[in-house]
Every structure is written in structure tokens, then in C-alpha cells.
């Protein structure tokens, strides 16, 4: 258990907000926490004919391609629940009848706030009037063969986490040996 | 492809860089990125007599107690292969003769720089005169047989995603139906 001495915000934007946080600790010593704030989001495992669907994006922070499960960010107080429909189909022009829940991540605990929920995507087809992606985002639909993606999170070229955690999940339960 | 306009630093800790920055879009328009740099991290899986070596310890920014493989942040410029050693060392006062490189892991890379590198630890064993813990962390080791871990990524009780990605694997290799 850590309590707060004082906290200073750093920063509010629109996805993080940071704080500089004084703490006591157990053994009655202090010390200082940087803390970023983020909203969380939902991720979709979505499996159509063998193949995870997967979404081809430029990252910023690293300057590079990533390959991703379909994911999007909670708006402020919105359940998971209902917004991984929307961000499934924004993302892949999918609509899903049904989405099951499997398991919330935490990607980063120790400085860093966020929470996603990983639902799988159950009885999906293509819409042609989908929902339009958002205006800042460059995405390209790329489908793969679970044992590939499994293959390609061991070689390195597939390491988002929630890709990654989703991927192992499609490996167990449907590979078959 | 996201080129930099400008860049304006916001804040410079000893965990994070935050950045607030000004890119160009394939389309030519513009958007903000708020950027979070981290210098990464190790992991280890670690199984001793069927059992995964977990850390229990407080997280502040959900305020919350966590189960997490052993792990530390990397220092300046270090090599993830020489930095698992002491980091398993330090959390788990055992000592491995080798460690076996699994995958990397993007935590967040939609606004983290965040690089996880995970290991798993081979022929290790407890050792008295053990790399002292860090002065702000309370840690407490936990053994966990492998299904019991697997079965509380699913309920809930284990959520941090590097944590979640090791005990995935561990369950791959060692579970026997």
C-alpha cells in the first residue's frame, strides 16, 4: 500500500493524462511516482475462416508498422460491453451479432493506468455501410492463419501485447495437432 | 508513415519522457500524438517444481496489488540480455545459469515506446547472498502451480499482459491434457 502525499498534473491530453505523485511507502519512507492516466480500451480476437483478422497501422512512438487485433480506445464512462462493437466495426467493416468476453489486461501497471477488455467476435460478415474509421487513422485489413500469427509472435515480427495474448488464446483453442 | 512537424517536450522523469508533437498524415492533414518514451524492460518466466515464480506487489496508479513475473526496467543503453540476470535475481533471490530468450512485447505502442523482453530462466536455484531489492519496492514471491495461473488469467485475478503472455506459453508448453 502507497498513500498519497501530494500530486502534481503534469499533463492533460487527449488519451493520457500524467501526474507526478508524492507517496508514503509501508515502511514510512517516500517516494516519487510518475503516473499516466489513459481511459483504457476494448481489443477483438475475431477468427473467419482460420484466419485472425488483423489491422496493419503506423505507431508513432516507435516509427514503425505494427500488426494489431482491431482495438479503440473507451470514451469517458463508456462499458466496454458496447463499444468493442463499434470499434470492430470501424476497423475491419465487420459487424458482429455477438461479443464474448474473455479476459481485461493491464499492458503496463507499474506507471500507467490502462485497462483492456479482450472480447471474441461471434457470428460476424462484412457490411458494405460500416462504420467510417476515424479521421488521424491509416489502417489496412490484413488476415492470417492462426499458426502464422502464432509463428510470427515467436520470430518478433507480431509484438503488440494484446495482439499477442490474443493470438496465444486463438493458438490454444483451435490448433489442432 | 506519420512525419514530425514539431515536438515539444512536457515532461522529463526517471521513468517516463512525455512529448507532445505535431505530425504530418498520409493525406497530408494533421494530427497530435501524445508520446509517451520508456527505456523498456525484462521479464522472466520462471518454473520451479511445476510452479510459476510470481511477485506480488502494490501498483499505485490503479492503486491496486498485482501478480507479475519477475521484471525491472532496463538502465540506460543496457544490453535485456545481461539485465534479466540481476532482475531475477534481485526479485526472486535465485540465481540462473542461463536465460532463454521467448519474445519481445509492445505494451501499448499506440503511445508507448515501451519494449518488454521476455526470458525464461534455466537452472536456477535459491542463493543467501542475493542482489539486495530495490529501496521503493515491497515484494512478496509467490509460487503457482501453471493451471492455477492459466485459470486466473481467465478469471480475473492476474492482468498484467506481460504476465498473462508468460504464463500463456508456459501453459503451451507444460500443460499435459
Known sequence: MEKQLSSKTIFEGNIIKVTHDEVELPD???AMRECVYHRG???ILAVENGCILLIKQFR????M???????GKLEE?????????REFEEETDRRAENMRFILKLY???????EIDY?????NFKYVKDSLPQDDDEFLKLVKMPIDEAYAKVLDGTIFDAK???AIQYAYQKYHKD
Chains 1, 2 share one sequence.
Not at 508513432?60 to 516509427?63: A, G, L, T, V
Not at 479482450?118 to 461471434?122: D, H, I, K, V
Open 60 to 63: 508513432y512512438p516507435n516509427r
Open 107 to 113: 499492458p503496463t501497471p507499474g506507471f500507467c493506468s
Open 77 to 85: 464512462g463508456e462499458d466496454p460491453n458496447q463499444a468493442c462493437y
Open 163 to 165: 495482439t499477442i495474448i
Open 118 to 122: 479482450l472480447y471474441e467476435a461471434e
Open 41 to 43: 480500451g476494448v481489443c
Open 28 to 30: 514510512g519512507s517516500t
Open 65 to 71: 508498422d505494427t500488426l494489431e487485433i482491431p482495438a
